[in-house]
């Protein structure tokens, strides 16, 4: 079966020219090489700390931001290569869901009017039948169909992003990108919207490609998860087996800020210090050599290659499996 | 009607509402209220004071001034609806699409507006009148096209902010074209801005006017004008100075009620003072 989304080599990189007379050319590698597909049905993660480019690449693998190199095949169809009128048409199969639900919402519009109208457009649906279609999906996400009349500043920020969510679902799409759909959000209320796309999944049968820096949001929610940094993806596999024995220094770095409550899982590896280098002056070799405790002379040189065994693949000089395991 | 409501609070708005209201309806109803034809001379009562049968007095040609005033006002207020109008539309467009496209296309536009920003507004007028003639259709082109460069950039800025947002990207995730996005979701959230900015704007275009009909640009006679009626009283204005006097009061109603209705909606459209 051919994945929904398959990406290969996703680059893109942002540069700003500054100064005068001598004008100094910066260029940010914000995406600098991704791969992964994700398949029908399924919950794909993306994780990392703010900056490493996870939701640059969640935008630009569905063109809202122009990708420099690499090819996006959704369902097999080659998504870089598609014209704007082609690419109108698929991008009814894949949407968004938003961080911040207070801009995602225009302030202006009721609700109704912003769920009935992607249907309106596509010519899907049309007076009476539009209404009822939003007023489905209203109540799919969990609200009454009196949302309709009423605008974006009367509801909360949890039900805005119900509302987000509906207008992703308006169109029927095959994949959601959601792009830290729970961060700005409560802690209860993250369970509840978590629930909620959990169960669309289900019922709709949704791939997922949900970009966050929460990894427990990640472990519960993802079948698959790719850790990032700096622009590349340094671990991917399985979310369980990822998260219970991950092979990157940096995804334990990750899993050990944000502990399970079992202190039989205490770590013993090095706390590992330091800020994310910027990624217009990346470091040289392995991206991650400044932060690590295993660095040795070879990390500092070449970027290590990918290595990958029963789906689970990571891309370090050093994985683990040799002596730094965690006490259990 | 909040809105309206809440605008009225302010007794400074409510007073500009009443001077614009006083001279709309002056203009409107100019064939009932004058006594006289604006344009009826009669050599035996001509340079009467004000008072009598002459309530407001009489020109050099014996014309009724409160006659001629009322009849200025409907082509003060044409000029200056039409011209804003045309102002917003086309200044507004440009600094819309502008501001959305962004890039060196947005700074290539941005240039061009500044340049016709840094011609003072009477000379740039002044250009167009003398380049297309004194007639009541070029006094709209010459006004619009001094309003269209600060509308552009009353329009841009808040463009600029708004496509930043979620709602926007939204959009285009959902297959609207650049066109929708631009004029069916962003239009709406700048239209308030835009339209304060044109009540104000629409008493600049009344001084504009008056300005190039008071140097002989205007529309031409017998047509009356507030400018034209305050250049041809200066003549006389040791004997008679009120044919100077009326038609810079009707100015100055006009011109002040416009501005004291525009800062009244800035401060009502202000979410932050809306409260208050």
Redo the contacts between chains.
């Keep these: 079966m051919t994945p929904i989304l398959e990406v290969a080599g996703l680059k893109k990189h942002f540069s700003t020219t500054r100064g005068f007379p001598w004008p100094v050319k910066t260029v940010v590698r914000a995406v600098d090489g991704v791969d992964f597909r994700v398949h029908r049905g399924e919950a794909f993660g993306l994780v990392g700390e703010s900056g490493c480019g996870k939701s640059t690449a969640a935008?630009a693998l569905?063109r809202?931001i122009e990708p420099d190199a690499g090819s996006i095949r959704f369902d097999g169809t080659d998504l870089r290569a598609a014209s704007a009128g082609a690419?109108?048409?698929l991008?009814?199969r894949?949407?968004?869901v938003?961080?911040?639900p207070y801009?995602?919402?225009?302030?202006?519009?009721a609700i109704g009017r912003t769920l009935a109208?992607?249907l309106i457009?596509?010519g899907r649906a049309r007076g009476a039948a539009a209404r009822e279609a939003a007023a489905a999906l209203l109540a799919e996400v969990g609200l009454p169909a009196a949302a309709m009349a009423r605008f974006p500043h009367e509801f909360s920020g949890g039900q805005r992003q119900r509302i987000?969510i509906a207008?992703a679902l308006?169109?029927r799409p095959d994949l959601i990108v959601a792009d830290e759909p729970v961060s700005a959000l409560d802690v209860s209320v993250q369970a509840q919207i978590l629930l909620l796309l959990r169960q669309l999944q289900a019922s709709r049968n949704l791939a997922f490609v949900l970009v966050s820096h929460d990894l427990g949001v990640v472990r519960w929610f993802c079948a698959r998860v790719a850790v990032m940094y700096l622009g590349r993806i340094v671990e991917q596999g399985p979310a369980a087996q990822v998260f219970a024995a991950p092979r990157h220094p940096y995804t334990r770095m990750l899993r050990d800020a944000s502990p399970v409550p079992d202190p039989a899982c205490r770590a013993v590896l090095p706390r590992v210090v330091g800020e994310i280098p910027s990624a217009a002056a990346p470091p040289a070799g392995c991206h991650f050599h400044p932060r690590c405790p295993r660095a040795t002379d070879i990390c500092r040189a070449t970027w290590p290659g990918w290595t990958e065994a029963a789906g689970h693949g990571c891309a370090c000089h050093h994985p683990d499996g040799g002596g730094w395991g965690v006490a259990q | 009607m909040r809105f309206i409501r809440a605008m009225l609070r302010n007794p400074t708005t409510s007073v500009g509402v009443v001077l614009c209201i006083v001279v709309v309806l002056g203009a409107l109803l100019a064939p009932w209220l004058s006594p006289h034809d604006p344009a009826e001379q009669s050599i035996l009562d001509r340079l009467q004071p004000p008072g009598g049968e002459f309530l407001l007095g009489t020109d050099t040609f014996g014309r009724d001034v409160l006659a001629r005033i009322l009849w200025g006002a409907r082509i003060s207020l044409v000029i200056a609806v039409t011209s804003i109008s045309a102002a917003i539309l086309i200044g507004g467009s440009i600094g819309m699409v502008s501001g959305y496209a962004g890039g060196r296309f947005d700074l290539l536009v941005m240039q061009v507006m500044d340049v016709m920003l840094s011609f003072p507004s009477l000379i740039l007028g002044l250009i167009v009148v003398a380049l297309l003639g004194p007639a009541l259709l070029n006094l709209v082109i010459a006004i619009a096209l001094t309003a269209i460069a600060p509308f552009a950039r009353i329009a841009r800025a808040p463009v600029l902010s708004l496509k930043q947002r979620a709602f926007v990207e939204a959009g285009r995730a959902l297959g609207f074209s650049h066109a929708r996005v631009l004029f069916v979701h962003i239009l709406p959230n700048i239209l308030s801005e835009v339209l304060v900015m044109g009540s104000l704007w629409m008493a600049t275009a009344v001084r504009t006017e008056a300005s190039l009909s008071f140097i002989g640009l205007g529309v031409k006679p017998p047509t009356p004008t507030w400018g034209g009626m305050m250049r041809d009283g200066f003549e006389n204005i040791l004997d008679a100075p009120w044919l100077s006097i009326w038609p810079g009061l009707a100015i100055l109603v006009l011109v002040l009620g416009l501005n004291m209705v525009g800062d009244g909606l800035r401060d009502a459209t202000d979410p932050k003072l809306a409260g208050t």
């Design positions: 935008r569905l809202l690419l109108r048409t991008r009814q894949m949407q968004i938003f961080q911040d801009s995602a919402l225009n302030p202006r519009r109208e992607p457009v596509h987000g207008r308006a169109l």
